[in-house]
């Protein structure tokens, strides 16, 4: 009877073990899976939109005296793009940030320093991007719903405090590397035509190499059926 009672509890343990098991994949598959689905879903490293259409994303940390050339040749070609702009550039530089508002360009979020986000605990993330935010909508009395992690870095604290704050991670699908010493406007007008596809976002610093690559880049693009256009307008 003593061994049958044992072998009675141990099937109990096993059964209970077993049934805490289930719940526990149920709970994963319900809440955990379901969420860095929807997280996925906030981050775009290209539209969604079937259409020739491609976006262009330029970040802005320094290079302020590139911007107003790049400026003139948006204007000229009838093009308005996203600047990515970091909380702290745009706090030294309020008068180009108007200006470059002016022209009607979308205003993304970079997060307040150009820091290393993916590196970063939730309430860091948080903070610098909502600082961020905070700086844009005082001077320009707007309010962003993208955020660029400075140089794609990112973790999940950064996408759970981008998702509080109600904002969409932006990546990129065609990255320039203009900022690097050896990028040539050659190198930065190839490494955009060759990759040129539907809905696709374009990567970019204002650069003396850039400012010389744009005007080929734009009127290649144009040839090509392509309308470029701001972040937003290839994202559903």
Request: proline share 2%; glycine share 4%; hydrophobic share 40%.
């Given at each position: 009877?003593?061994?049958?009672?044992?072998?009675?509890?141990?099937?109990?343990?096993?059964?209970?073990?077993?049934?805490?098991?289930?719940?526990?994949?149920?709970?994963?598959?319900?809440?955990?899976?379901?969420?860095?689905?929807?997280?996925?879903?906030?981050?775009?490293?290209?539209?969604?939109?079937?259409?020739?259409?491609?976006?262009?994303?330029?970040?802005?940390?320094?290079?302020?005296?590139?911007?107003?050339?790049?400026?003139?040749?948006?204007?000229?070609?009838?093009?308005?793009?996203?600047?990515?702009?970091?909380?702290?550039?745009?706090?030294?530089?309020?008068?180009?940030?108007?200006?470059i508002y002016s022209y009607k360009h979308e205003i993304g979020n970079h997060g307040y320093a150009h820091a290393d986000y993916g590196k970063l605990n939730y309430d860091d993330n948080l903070r610098e991007i909502k600082k961020c935010h905070?700086?844009?909508?005082?001077?320009?009395?707007?309010?962003?719903?993208?955020?660029?992690?400075?140089?794609?870095?990112?973790?999940?604290?950064?996408?759970?405090?981008?998702?509080?704050?109600?904002?969409?991670?932006?990546?990129?699908?065609?990255?320039?590397?203009?900022?690097?010493?050896?990028?040539?406007?050659?190198?930065?007008?190839n490494r955009v035509l060759t990759q040129a596809e539907n809905s696709a976002i374009v990567l970019m610093h204002p650069t003396k190499e850039t400012i010389k690559a744009l005007p080929v880049i734009i009127q290649t693009l144009k040839e090509?059926?392509?309308?470029?256009?701001?972040?937003?307008?290839?994202?559903?």
């Amino acid at each position: 009877m003593k061994i049958f009672y044992i072998k009675k509890q141990k099937l109990r343990l096993l059964i209970t073990i077993l049934v805490l098991a289930i719940f526990a994949i149920i709970f994963y598959n319900i809440y955990y899976k379901n969420s860095e689905e929807t997280f996925k879903e906030d981050i775009y490293y290209k539209g969604n939109i079937d259409e020739k259409v491609i976006a262009f994303a330029c970040n802005v940390d320094w290079g302020n005296e590139y911007i107003p050339e790049m400026l003139s040749i948006f204007e000229k070609e009838d093009i308005k793009i996203t600047f990515f702009v970091t909380g702290k550039w745009a706090e030294k530089n309020e008068k180009l940030l108007k200006n470059i508002y002016s022209y009607k360009h979308e205003i993304g979020n970079h997060g307040y320093a150009h820091a290393d986000y993916g590196k970063l605990n939730y309430d860091d993330n948080l903070r610098e991007i909502k600082k961020c935010h905070e700086v844009l909508n005082n001077i320009l009395n707007m309010e962003c719903k993208y955020f660029a992690p400075p140089a794609g870095s990112f973790n999940d604290n950064t996408i759970k405090a981008a998702e509080e704050l109600n904002y969409d991670i932006i990546m990129w699908s065609i990255d320039t590397i203009d900022w690097r010493e050896d990028s040539t406007q050659d190198k930065i007008i190839n490494r955009v035509l060759t990759q040129a596809e539907n809905s696709a976002i374009v990567l970019m610093h204002p650069t003396k190499e850039t400012i010389k690559a744009l005007p080929v880049i734009i009127q290649t693009l144009k040839e090509e059926g392509y309308d470029i256009v701001k972040v937003g307008q290839v994202i559903k």
